[in-house]
């Protein structure tokens, strides 16, 4: 199954949508992106889907701006200046990926105070007049467990690669994977470190630790790590363990490559980057004046052995597995929310 079939699946409802919105009540209003971090190919994925699908909605008329913007550093303080910033700037609603999910309530709380409707998607925020869109990222880690247990049924040594230290996303699928293991006695992980959803870091973090860690069965992962981790594996002359994905594309051509020579199996798991499209066209529905739930979830994107050839063909070259939201996959998310 490709991933937009996957989408479509997902978010399916019982009977058909109505008409289409209306553009007109929104061919004014100014959309803002306030972006944390850049600096892996997950994150330019998603700055380049919302670049591509938010310069066909301004063309279109459905919005006067949609503007991106991210920090220089990944720090929270440095976020809430900026969207102290876009409030002054006279934007309608600010589209958050956010450094932390609690230390922007202020600043969030101020632009809702002034009018400003705020959607935060994949680190999204607690401040209650926000609304939020997310997959269920403790889900996404366990389910690299119910994986391997069923791979590798008399279990063995794991090593943890996490994110960006300090980040929702990384605390809940590291919370998922704890669950996973706890359920799973005969895993062990045995060693952790943080590879910052970047190959060049996490293959320096595995690198740096492997001379202390007995053998290892298989690396759990949080995306953008995988292939950085085979690398130190085969750097060291350690045998590779089954490596969980991210759907990176250097990922894939790597499980590929091993899929050919020796039938290496694993999966790959990660959030969609073009989730950024579906938290623009939420944010363009509650201008419009539709009613929007403040929690919404969306499915994470999984590769097996399978469809790996399928997805890997459709992947662009050093980006990321992905699907773009359209306004009418965003009223299917947001009607089967109520």
């Not at 972006?35 to 938010?54: E, F, H, P, V």
């Not at 690299?144 to 794991?158: E, R, V």
């Not at 694993?266 to 980057?273: D, F, L, N």
């Not at 950024?276 to 363009?284: D, G, I, N």
Request: overall charge neutral; glycine content about 8%.
């Amino acid at each position: 199954m490709n991933i937009r079939k996957m989408l479509v699946a997902s978010v399916a409802l019982a009977c058909a949508l109505g008409p289409a919105t209306a553009f007109a009540d929104t061919s004014g209003k100014k959309i803002a992106l306030s972006n944390n971090y850049a600096g892996n190919s997950w994150r330019q994925a998603m700055l380049t889907s919302w670049d591509k699908i938010t310069k066909q909605a301004v063309a279109k008329g459905v919005v006067a701006a949609a503007d991106p913007f991210t920090t220089a550093e990944n720090q929270a303080t440095e976020q809430a200046a900026q969207i102290q910033n876009l409030i002054l700037q006279g934007y309608d609603a600010i589209v958050i990926n956010a450094a932390s999910p609690t230390a922007l309530n202020g600043a969030i709380k101020e632009a809702c105070d002034a009018g400003i409707t705020v959607v935060s998607f994949d680190g999204t925020v607690t401040e209650p007049c926000a609304w939020r869109i997310a997959v269920d990222f403790k889900a996404m880690g366990e389910s690299q467990i119910d994986y391997l247990a069923k791979k590798l049924p008399k279990g063995g040594n794991l090593l943890e690669i996490r994110g960006l230290a300090g980040v929702s996303v990384d605390d809940q699928i590291h919370a998922g994977i704890e669950s996973g293991v706890k359920k799973n006695t005969q895993f062990k992980i045995v060693g952790s470190v943080n590879g910052d959803w970047a190959q060049d870091v996490a293959q320096r973090a595995v690198a740096g630790i492997l001379p202390s860690l007995p053998e290892i069965t298989a690396v759990v992962t949080q995306g953008g790590d995988g292939y950085g981790a085979a690398q130190a594996f085969a750097a060291a002359k350690r045998p590779t363990p089954t490596i969980v994905m991210g759907n990176r594309e250097d990922e894939l051509v790597w499980w590929k490559q091993q899929k050919d020579k020796d039938k290496y199996e694993t999966m790959s798991v990660s959030i969609a980057p073009g989730v950024s499209t579906l938290a623009f066209w939420v944010a363009q529905q509650i201008l419009d004046g539709k009613t929007v739930k403040k929690d919404l979830v969306v499915p994470f994107l999984r590769i097996d052995q399978d469809n790996l050839e399928t997805n890997l063909a459709s992947t662009q070259k050093g980006g990321v597995a992905n699907v773009e939201y359209s306004l009418e996959d965003a009223q299917k998310v947001i009607s089967a929310a109520k």
